[in-house]
């Protein structure tokens, strides 16, 4: 855990938040030899209602990520009215359920993990003419409770998804277990992408986005380093 995470709501200057991680990030970047500006921040602003949204997308910043296809359907319409330029990820599991609403709500879908959801993704962005960019979950720890498929049912996946159901993948996503060392699950994902060729790489919270940084993330997903601590429900 960084200190970052005992930042209480009131403490916390999302824009000011957002420009000193960027600072970081690009340190860690030049540190790894990789260039500025590689990395986008997904801020993860579930659970924190508009008004506290509007100060970061007032200071420019655009990527987003939501946990709950609900949740975002109430907060980002009236948003996305006022900064059409967003875009919304979800990183949170889906339900086959609700790919209507996740399909016309988010511009990048990263929990894509299985073949029932992926046939109605299918068939949801076919009936919407609308394609979210979507990302494979792979639960790299392989914990039972956790979303995600096992890495060694990865490479078949992907191969089903552009074969059987017509699905562009365009990276992959990992959460790894909160009591592991998140290096080798970042490595590993990373390695995991390369050798299907996809450039996608969703990894790094706030407790070690400068690790995902520094092994390969196109995009950390960020929440209470930005925010703050967010308010129960
Ligand atoms: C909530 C959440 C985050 C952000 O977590 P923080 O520790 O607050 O940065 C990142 N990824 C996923 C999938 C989440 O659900």
């Known amino acids: 855990m960084s200190s970052h995470d005992v930042l209480s709501e009131s403490d916390a200057?999302?824009?000011?938040?957002?420009?000193?991680?960027?600072?970081?990030?690009?340190?860690?970047?030049?540190?790894?030899?990789?260039?500025?500006?590689?990395?986008?921040?997904?801020?993860?602003?579930?659970?924190?209602?508009?008004?506290?949204?509007?100060?970061?997308?007032?200071?420019?910043?655009?990527?987003?990520?939501?946990?709950?296809?609900?949740?975002?359907?109430?907060?980002?319409?009236?948003?996305k009215a006022d900064y059409p330029d967003v875009e919304l990820r979800l990183i949170g599991p889906l339900q086959t359920n609700k790919v209507k609403e996740a399909v016309a709500t988010f511009d990048v879908i990263e929990s894509l993990d299985r073949p029932k959801l992926a046939r109605a993704l299918a068939a949801e962005m076919e009936k919407q003419g609308r394609r979210p960019r979507l990302y494979i979950q792979v639960n790299t720890g392989e914990e039972p409770q956790k979303a995600g498929l096992a890495p060694a049912d990865v490479p078949a996946f992907f191969t089903q998804c552009r074969d059987e159901f017509g699905l562009e993948i365009k990276g992959l996503m990992c959460i790894p277990p909160l009591e592991d060392d998140p290096a080798p699950h970042f490595a590993l994902l990373a390695k995991m992408a390369k050798n299907l060729g996809l450039t996608g790489l969703s990894m790094g919270m706030s407790g070690d986005y400068l690790i995902a940084a520094q092994l390969g993330a196109t995009h950390v997903r960020i929440g209470t380093a930005i925010f703050g601590a967010r308010p129960v429900h």
């Open 13 to 79: 200057d999302p824009a000011a938040n957002l420009a000193r991680i960027r600072g970081e990030i690009d340190s860690a970047l030049k540190e790894a030899g990789r260039p500025a500006g590689s990395v986008a921040i997904t801020a993860v602003s579930k659970f924190h209602d508009a008004a506290r949204i509007r100060p970061a997308l007032e200071a420019g910043h655009r990527v987003f990520g939501e946990n709950r296809v609900q949740e975002a359907m109430a907060k980002w319409p009236d948003l």
